[in-house]
């Protein structure tokens, strides 16, 4: 039997570019400090993804945070988390705090903040990344702030690792302590005496 030299011809295959579905849904919100207005009222949703392209998309579209102007915060949630300490998912946890000099700001601000966000939406804590609930980045003339937001202060195991890993991420000098606290803490003292209940 000769072999047939006809060619075999397969339907045309249509090539469909799959995104990369992040395990949760985020939102952006952007606070600006305008005095006349309530807290809430600053406080402005800017968009929800739920993809790493999404993400990106975003984040080339806003302004640097080192652009932003003193008094305003970016915050990045899981989607149904406001941040806010008041918020359910918040209330009893607490946060890893950076402390940024006024000279970071050119240069260590933007990349540790876009560090910040790729661990929150690239999961960088493996199991524990479900104790996240965001992230915040306040800009303020005496020095700038980013912290990662967890949602029970008790959960030693889940806070210690994030806090491993997130200043590895960071780059941080291991002689550099960062330190977590509490909201309840931070929310009865003057943050200058606010006491960290972990560091890393």
């Not at 207005?37 to 806003?62: C, G, M, P």
């Not at 260590?108 to 609930?133: I, K, M, N």
Request: net charge positive; aromatic share 12%.
């Amino acid at each position: 039997h000769s072999q047939s030299t006809t060619p075999i011809v397969s339907s045309p295959v249509s090539y469909v570019v799959a995104k990369s579905v992040c395990f949760y849904r985020w939102t952006l919100w952007f606070f600006k400090n305008d005095k006349s207005k309530t807290w809430q009222a600053n406080l402005r949703l800017i968009s929800t993804f739920d993809t790493v392209e999404d993400f990106w998309a975003l984040y080339n579209h806003i302004q640097l945070s080192s652009n932003l102007m003193s008094g305003c915060d970016y915050s990045l949630f899981k989607d149904g988390i406001e941040p806010m300490w008041e918020d359910e998912r918040n209330r009893r946890g607490g946060r890893w705090l950076i402390t940024l000099s006024k000279q970071q700001r050119k240069m260590d601000l933007d990349r540790f903040w876009l560090e910040t966000l790729l661990c929150l939406v690239g999961e960088a804590f493996d199991d524990h990344s479900d104790d996240v609930c965001g992230a915040v980045i306040n800009i303020r003339a005496k020095g700038d702030k980013i912290a990662i937001w967890t949602t029970n202060c008790e959960n030693k195991e889940a806070i210690t690792q994030i806090g491993r890993v997130y200043k590895e991420r960071l780059g941080v000098p291991p002689k550099v302590i960062i330190g977590y606290q509490s909201h309840a803490d931070t929310a009865t003292k003057s943050s200058s005496t606010t006491k960290n209940k972990f560091v890393a």
